[in-house]
């Protein structure tokens, strides 16, 4: 007994001894002016299939007033400099590789991205999914997606400071005060039975027959629905309920499931379609929950769904980032691992168009792969570490330098 209370007391009283952890370093985006020649692969790139995605950015930003500033801090500079670099890249003959490169390479500035200091980061990959459904519920469509919510309240922190800019919550107001809104679990368990839809009408705006399928939807955050009548409804994402998102891949290597290399979507759709009576507590360790909207048909059956910038993405050309830290509608070059080529490396040019729940940090990405087969086999696979580049406007990079020039200036002067 008194050899337990001595150690006891030692061990407290190290502890007295020891350093407290340092708090964690916060993410910080850090850029570096580079030259094209430093972009890995950049030559090889088919560069006009890029400027689908870019021009598409481009339209949506020549609607906005010239000093609009583009991105958090106005990082992507300002709307007017974006104006002769947009017209320019819109007037290329298309599928004229060699010219979009050249027009590129003309009118921006690539910048090495890292996060305080360290350029690698996770790309992981995403694709629109297709499932089977009904407007109404019966028979084997017994599993409903969900519209916007009238009390959900999305908050963008952003307009309240400055240096939250790019970060949202979500909740309902009750008594006064904003309040966390229902779980996964909640919802699952019928916390919105009685909820109406954003709008007017019943929350659930059709009904599909697999509850995977659904979860899984709501990780891709867009799909096709077929119907029973044989027609296609397309659904994107609308909200989500604010609260994080838990990769339940983790969950599964925790209990033993499935080792961490071989966590994979297909590996994750596999265990959970053989282990049903387990599936719901596994799927409910993720409390984020999306809410989706019908795409009007508008949308050409060729694009992709509407991505956060509001634009259709561009299979293979659109990459979803963090928007605290980047810009919607900035081109980006990528160098990451192949997904699908062992050994195998993907370098090519992509338009930051959308965001995730998941998508967090200054070096983070997820790459639109499309709809089919192929894209599924990509979107699951694809856990890469990379870097990327991002390029600016000439005249946004100039200023730039011209700005961080009088900075190191000041510390000289300080420094003296």
């Known amino acids: 007994m008194l050899t337990i209370t001595l150690a006891v007391l030692l061990a407290q009283a190290w502890k007295v001894f020891e350093k407290p952890k340092p708090p964690p370093v916060p993410d ?19 560069h006009a299939e890029a400027l689908v995605a870019l021009n598409r950015s481009c339209a949506r930003l020549m609607r906005l007033a010239d000093a609009t500033a583009v991105g958090p801090a106005g990082l992507g500079g300002q709307v007017q400099d974006w104006r002769s670099p947009c017209s320019a890249l819109a007037a290329l003959p298309p599928g004229d590789h060699a010219a979009a490169r050249s027009a590129l390479e003309h009118w921006f500035v690539p910048f090495a991205a890292s996060n305080n200091g360290d350029v690698s980061g996770l790309f992981t990959g995403y694709y629109e999914p297709e499932l089977r459904g009904s407007r109404t519920p ?10 916007r919510p009238a009390d959900l309240v999305t908050v963008d922190l952003g307009a309240f400071r400055e ?7 979500a909740g309902r107001v009750q008594g006064g005060a904003l309040r966390p809104y229902a779980s996964r679990t909640e919802i699952e368990s019928g916390a919105l039975a009685s909820t109406p839809r954003d709008g007017g009408g019943p929350l659930e705006i059709v009904w599909v027959d697999d509850t995977i399928d659904a979860f899984f939807l709501e990780i891709q955050g867009s799909g096709r629905i077929v119907l029973d009548d044989g027609s296609v409804l397309r659904v994107g994402y609308a909200a989500q309920n604010g609260h994080p998102y838990y990769a339940i891949g983790r969950e599964l290597v925790a209990r033993g499931a499935l080792p961490r290399e071989q966590v994979s979507m297909q590996s994750i759709r596999a265990w959970l379609t053989a282990n ?19 795409l009007p048909p508008a949308v050409s059956a060729d694009d992709g769904p509407l991505g956060a910038e509001g634009v259709a993405l561009t299979p ?9 830290h980047l810009p919607m509608g900035v081109p980006v ?5 192949d997904p699908v080529t062992s050994g195998g490396r993907l370098r090519r040019l992509f338009v930051a168009q959308d965001t995730g729940g998941a998508i967090r940090g200054p070096v983070r990405g997820d790459v639109f792969w499309g709809f089919g087969a192929d894209a599924a086999e990509r979107a699951g696979k694809m856990r890469s570490a990379g870097r990327y580049w991002i390029l600016l406007p000439r005249a946004a990079a100039e200023r730039r330098s011209s700005a ?9 002067d300080r420094r003296g």
């Open 138 to 147: 019966g028979g084997r469509y017994t599993v409903p997606l969900y519209g």
């Open 333 to 337: 070059w990528l160098d990451a691992e």
């Open 316 to 324: 293979g050309r659109s990459l979803a980032v963090d928007r605290a």
């Open 404 to 412: 961080n020039a009088g900075d190191d200036a000041r510390a000289g």
């Open 276 to 294: 049903p009576g387990e599936a719901r507590a596994v799927m409910n360790k993720n409390p984020s929950f999306v809410f989706f909207r019908t």
């Open 163 to 169: 240096e939250l800019r790019g970060q949202r919550i």
């Open 28 to 46: 910080r985006l850090s850029l570096v002016a580079a030259r094209f020649a430093d972009l890995p692969g950049w030559a090889d790139d088919r």
